[in-house]
């Protein structure tokens, strides 16, 4: 013979219903909770990373505002004729027929050379 096999009874069981709505908030809020993580630890990467190319920026500055001024010291008149006394140069200005002038045409043509005769 064969067993009778019982069937649960629902009414047996606690089912405690959970809302379909307060899942989904549930949800959007654990989204919205992992992204604001992620900006805000991307907005920090970016920050330290605009910080590091900024100090990269004023030393770089600095460096070029030395090197001008280095430069503007050397073509100073007392420094540029100390130079060249220092190389044993004898320079002296160009004469007249040695000027070579650059023109621009007009209508931006092609450049021309002007000399002088």
């Keep these: 013979m064969k067993k009778k096999l019982r069937k649960k009874?629902?009414?047996?069981?606690?089912?405690?219903?959970f809302?379909?709505?307060?899942a989904v908030f549930l949800v959007c809020v654990t989204v919205l909770g992992l992204s604001y993580v992620w900006f805000?630890?991307?907005?920090?990467?970016?920050?330290?990373e605009i910080t590091k190319l900024e100090s990269t920026y004023r030393?770089?500055?600095r460096?070029?505002?030395?090197?001008?001024?280095?430069?503007?010291?050397?073509?100073?008149?007392?420094?540029?004729e100390r130079?060249?006394?220092?190389?044993?140069?004898?320079m002296t200005l160009p004469g007249e027929r040695q000027i070579v002038r650059v023109r621009r045409g007009s209508n931006g043509e092609i450049l021309r050379l002007?000399?002088?005769r």
């Design 9 to 17: 009874s629902r009414k047996a069981e606690v089912r405690i219903p």
């Design 19 to 22: 809302p379909n709505m307060l």
């Design 40 to 48: 805000s630890a991307r907005c920090n990467s970016l920050g330290t």
């Design 59 to 61: 030393a770089a500055c």
């Design 63 to 80: 460096a070029a505002d030395i090197e001008q001024e280095r430069w503007a010291n050397m073509l100073a008149p007392a420094n540029f």
């Design 83 to 90: 130079a060249l006394k220092h190389h044993k140069l004898a």
């Design 114 to 116: 002007a000399y002088r």
